[in-house]
Every structure is written in C-alpha cells, then in structure tokens.
C-alpha cells in the first residue's frame, strides 16, 4: 500500500507499506543523531544488529532485555523512522524494571563512575577492538552487532547516570520552581569530559601551529596547504599524534560520515579558526564553568537554609558524572562508528579484488545480504544506481513522522515541540544554558564548513557532536533544531559558558545566514530581527534595528 506523505517544503514522500497497519502507526524519524539518509549497509543491518547488540550487552550486566531493543525500524526513502517501543504498560513496566535494575548496578559498582570506568568501558573498548582489527572476509552483520554491542554498553552507563541526575532535577523543580531545571544543569557543569579533552587536544597542536609561521601561513591558505604542513616536521607530528587518538571518529552517528583518518582538513580548518580567533585553553573554560558551579552550590545552599541544604550538596555530588559519562559515551560510540566504517572498507578492498565493485567505499551501498551471497557478480551498475538515488534523498527535507500522526515514543527523538505556535519572528525552543546574546547568525552544516564562523557570531546548525565543539569558543551562542536540556550541545554550551538555545524546530532554514538573532538561553527563545541598513557617522554601512 503506498502512501504519500509531504516533506517540509512540499516535496511528495511516497511511502510502500509491507503492512498496512504499519501505516496506523506513528513513525518518528531519528533526527537527533542521523543527519543523512541510512546507507543500503545501514539499512540492512540496523534492525536486527540494534536488537542482538544492544540486548547482550544489558543482558551481559545483569539487565533485562531493554524495551528499546525490540523497537521497530524501518527506512523510507533512506531516512530512519522508528515506531513506539513496546507502548502502554508493557514499555512502562519494562523502564521501571530496567531502571530498578541501573540502581542496582550503581549500588554495586559505588555509582555511575564505577558502571562507567569498571563496568561498560572495559567492554565498549573490546568491541571497538574487534572491529579495528577484523578482516576482509568478516561477515557485516557480526560487525554491526559489534557497533551496537558498544553502543549497549554506552546505554547501560548513561542510562545508570539518569537516576541521580533526575533525582537533582525533580528535588531543583521542587525548591526552585521554574528555574529549577536550569539550575540542576548548571550543577552539573564544569567536570572533565572526553569531548574537553579532546578539544583541549586540538587547542595544544593550535599552539604549536601558532608557534610556526609556516604552518600559520599553511593554515591560512584557501585551501589549506596540507603539503606544506606534512613538511613542518614539529607540527605535522603533533597533529598526527591528535589523529592516532582520534583519527577514527566519525564526524556523527552514522557509518556514510568519514572519519577525521579520512579528511583530515576538519580538524586542521578547526585549528586554522582556533589560531584566528585566539581561543583560550579548553580545560581553562572548564576551570571557569567549575567556579560557576561552585558559586551556583553555595548560593542555592544559602537559599535553602542548613536543613535542606546538604541534601542538595549530596544530590549534586551524586549527579556529578552526568557529563563525562555522557560525553565519554559520545566519543566511544563515534569511534565504534568510525571503526565499523574503516572495517567495511576492508570487505570493500576484498570485493574489488573479486572485481564485484570498483572503489572499496562503494561496499556502503551494498547490503549484508548481498555481500555475504555466494558468487562474484559485478555489483558495479547496482552502486551507481544505489549512490544517484541516496543523493537524491539526501536533498529531502523528510517529514518528522509518517503514518498516524501525533506523538511518538522514540527514545532517539530529540526535537522538541513548543506547546504554543511560534510567532513570525520567534522561534521557541528548550532553554539550555542562560544568557542572552544579540549576533549574527551563522548557519552551519558541518564542522567542515566551521571556516565561517566567525568570533562573536551564534552557532546555528541542526546538531552537534564532539567533532563540533571547538566551534563553541568561537561562538558567542548556540541554537540547535534538535536535542534537550541534557544533550551534547546544552552540555558543551554550559562548559563554555554560553546561551543556547536547543530544539529549536525549523532553525536552520528559518534563520537566514547572516541574520541578526537574539538568543535567549534562559527562556528557550530566538528572536529573529528585522535588519534596515544605514550610514554610520563613519562612512560606513552597518545594520540597524
């Protein structure tokens, strides 16, 4: 039964339904994390590798089977949608015994750090292992379930750091009223994290290149000159010490994202912007959003008075890993995305030795049924047919949801919904760092292009990952379509300590490049500003309000 939906600029998105009663359920497609269409390898092995990987790996610590892991995946178009997961008191049931179960695990291990560092890491960094060192002639299927058996594990720790975080929240919300979601986010800010390390990482090879005028004036050319930069012996071993760290992350939580390995221009136009625009030491930020957090502490205890007072200090110290599991979590899933990616190229190198494909990358748009088939027939007129129609979705604005429309439980979702309609000039999102900035906006798609951004100007963009987060010392705001209170960005903006604004739903093509913007962080508003030129005094031209 095919239906035909409507993308967000009225382009038709015809759907074929297997079921037709899958065409009564509300589909929500995964916007958060995938910012492109799933490739044919994804698309074949995400149902089935998400389900086996993700329930060992709960199973494996003692956990029931997640709820989540018997959601449904279907792809339409290339894009993920995913259907409610269980629904009514069956997924009910199954979260509250699963979240009995993540308090027990903290019980035993001394807390999310010890579910963390002595329970997930151990095996997120196996599986991670496995998939660096397999071989061409490894089966896709065993490699996916690999990818979500670290991501499992990811879960498992971030899922066990829930409890005393929203424990905080609810105690804030009770003592503070309105401003206590803010306030519990700003007690958990300023901890060191994979994502600052990573950035304090890259600021340090900045240095270096800021050290040289060879490689400052390499930098600077358009485009960069990578040649000249392999000849600076002292630069080029720094950032080739980054790479060896990091080298193997995908720029976001999809397999047809390269890897920092494969284009090493992101990183270096990032150290090329971090020279330009002077940005201070990461991990002295950090200091500086711990002194905020301390300050926050004590204020809020002098408010409570010395009866409520410790049981705030005991629930904020409880709620203290929040941020490093969840960004170590971000990082380790980028790299068992990024190593999954580099694993298929070698299938990808054993099937142009077979002479079934061309190029090794061209493995993506093969499924893992074809690639595990018997026989070495020439799939090479099939990827080139496969790649113009990935293209081709990839220019949709795919709808939100298919189906039956409303909401959906989908525990990947993260655009947030106003519960009133945006004016013409507002867009209304969740508050996720305070303050309030007045700026131009940039419109930014990936960390490639983060080139443009210049100091002072509001980060706009649909999503961030670790990859993105130097763009942040730059930025005097931030404004995503998707996530919550507790997602990367609110996260990093908090470190940073910056306004932003995230779950802003039709922020990027709403906000025009180069557009005045007010960012409120603390009421979860942009304000989008009607621009008149005029003459300064100075001869000038310069925009007005």
Request: aromatic share 8%; net charge negative.
């Amino acid at each position: 039964m095919r239906v035909v939906y409507k993308c967000d600029d009225g382009t038709d998105f015809p759907v074929d339904w297997d079921d037709p009663a899958d065409a009564e359920m509300t589909w929500g497609r995964e916007a958060e994390h995938l910012k492109l269409p799933s490739l044919p390898i994804e698309s074949s092995t995400i149902g089935p590798a998400m389900g086996a990987g993700a329930s060992r790996a709960f199973v494996e610590v003692g956990l029931p089977a997640p709820p989540f892991a018997g959601g449904r995946v279907m792809v339409a178009n290339g894009w993920v949608y995913t259907t409610a997961f269980g629904g009514g008191d069956e997924m009910g049931d199954g979260m509250a015994q699963m979240m009995a179960g993540f308090r027990g695990l903290n019980e035993v291990h001394g807390g999310p750090v010890g579910v963390w560092e002595k329970l997930c890491l151990p095996r997120i960094k196996e599986a991670c292992e496995e998939l660096k060192t397999s071989g061409g002639d490894a089966s896709p299927l065993e490699l996916a379930t690999r990818q979500w058996y670290a991501w499992g594990h990811t879960m498992v720790a971030m899922f066990a750091s829930f409890g005393p975080t929203l424990a905080l929240e609810g105690f804030c919300n009770q003592e503070f009223g309105l401003d206590g979601s803010a306030f519990a986010g700003e007690l958990m800010q300023g901890y060191e994290n994979a994502t600052v390390q990573a950035d304090e990482d890259l600021w340090r090879v900045a240095q270096v290149a800021k050290g040289s005028e060879a490689a400052r004036k390499a930098l600077a050319a358009s485009p960069i000159d990578v040649e000249a930069l392999k000849a600076d012996g002292g630069f080029w071993r720094a950032f080739q010490g980054y790479l060896d760290v990091y080298g193997e992350r995908t720029g976001h939580w999809q397999v047809g994202a390269p890897t920092l390995i494969e284009e090493p221009e992101t990183a270096l136009s990032l150290i090329a912007r971090m020279i330009e625009a002077g940005t201070s030491s990461p991990l002295a930020m950090l200091r500086r959003a711990a002194e905020r957090r301390e300050a926050r502490l004590q204020e809020l205890a002098q408010r409570l008075g010395p009866e409520k007072a410790p049981q705030l200090r005991r629930m904020a110290a409880a709620a203290a890993m929040y941020s490093p599991v969840r960004e170590g979590r971000a990082y380790w899933q980028l790299v068992a995305w990024g190593r999954m990616r580099l694993a298929m190229f070698r299938i990808g190198e054993r099937l142009v030795r077979e002479g079934r494909i061309a190029d090794a990358k061209d493995v993506l748009f093969l499924t893992a049924e074809e690639i595990e088939g018997a026989g070495a027939h020439d799939m090479r007129a099939a990827v080139a047919e496969r790649r113009e129609a990935w293209e081709r979705s990839a220019k949709l604005k795919a709808p939100e949801s298919i189906g039956k429309m409303g909401n959906t439980l989908n525990p990947f979702a993260g655009t947030s919904r106003a519960a009133v309609e945006d004016a013409a000039d507002v867009i209304r999102g969740v508050a996720a760092s305070r303050g309030a900035v007045t700026a131009v906006a940039r419109v930014i798609e990936s960390p490639q292009e983060g080139k443009r951004l210049q100091p002072g100007e509001v980060l706009v963009c649909r999503m961030t990952a670790p990859p993105w987060t130097p763009l942040f010392a730059i930025a005097s705001a931030v404004v995503t379509e998707t996530g919550g209170a507790l997602s990367h960005p609110a996260i990093v903006a908090r470190e940073y300590g910056i306004p932003c604004v995230v779950g802003a739903k039709g922020a990027t093509s709403r906000i025009r490049d180069g557009q005045r913007i007010t960012v409120d962080g603390t009421a979860g508003t942009v304000t989008l500003l009607k621009v008149r030129v005029v003459v300064s005094r100075f001869g000038g031209y310069g925009g007005g309000l």
